[in-house]
């Protein structure tokens, strides 16, 4: 083999392992509180969330309130965002479906935040996994 063969392969293999660690680094010295990307949702065909992730991050509690109060006082199950995707307004059968890992993502974030949202008393977490 020659010499330039070694150095690319050396290359490909530092790169390799650059992109297989990334997870890992891409992660470090951010804030406690943020969830880990593997906790991010299989969400084939539309990854985005509901609403813009800063929109999320301070307003999912008053969006979820709002669903609960539509579908229980008026009936009302559809949700269509500032971008006129629609979503049934559904706790366990949208959100906890991208975000399956409740554990990893939800309480994860509560606990840092010291919330315990009573939800899971009624609502079935993903996995069958109760707080
Ligand atoms: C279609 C999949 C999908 C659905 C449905 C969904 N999410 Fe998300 N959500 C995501 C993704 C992906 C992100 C990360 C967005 C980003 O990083 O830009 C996110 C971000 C968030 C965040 C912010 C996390 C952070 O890092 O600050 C919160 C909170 C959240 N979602 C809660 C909810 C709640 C509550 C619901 C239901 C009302 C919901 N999501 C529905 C996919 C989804
Ligand atoms: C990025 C951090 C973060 C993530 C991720 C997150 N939350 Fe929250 N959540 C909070 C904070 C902070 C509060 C408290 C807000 C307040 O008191 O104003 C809260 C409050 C709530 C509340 C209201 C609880 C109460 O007692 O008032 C509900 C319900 C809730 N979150 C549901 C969820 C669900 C369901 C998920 C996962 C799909 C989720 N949250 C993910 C940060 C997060
Ligand atoms: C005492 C039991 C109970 C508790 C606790 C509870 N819920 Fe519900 N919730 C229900 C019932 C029953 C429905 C009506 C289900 C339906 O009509 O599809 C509902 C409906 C909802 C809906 C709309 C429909 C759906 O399938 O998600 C949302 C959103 C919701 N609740 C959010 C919440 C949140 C957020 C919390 C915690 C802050 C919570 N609920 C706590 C019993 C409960």
Redesign the pocket.
């Known amino acids: 083999m020659k010499l330039y063969n070694g150095g690319i392969i050396l290359a490909g293999l530092v790169i390799f392992l650059g992109l297989v660690t990334m997870p890992v680094w891409a992660n470090l010295g951010k804030p406690a509180y943020?969830?880990q990307k593997l906790t991010?949702?299989a969400?084939p065909n539309?990854?985005?969330?509901?609403e813009d992730?800063e929109i999320?991050?301070n307003t999912?509690m008053q969006?979820?309130d709002s669903?609960r109060d539509a579908v229980v006082r008026d009936g009302k199950r559809v949700y269509i965002n500032r971008h006129g995707k629609q979503?049934a307004m559904s706790?366990q059968n949208?959100?906890m479906?991208?975000?399956n890992n409740k554990e990893e993502f939800c309480d994860k974030c509560h606990l840092e935040a010291a919330v315990t949202p009573y939800c899971w008393d009624c609502h079935i977490a993903p996995k069958g996994k109760k707080q």
């Open positions: 943020v969830p991010m949702p969400a539309d990854k985005a969330c509901i992730k999320m991050r999912h969006i979820l669903w979503f706790l949208t959100c479906k991208c975000h």
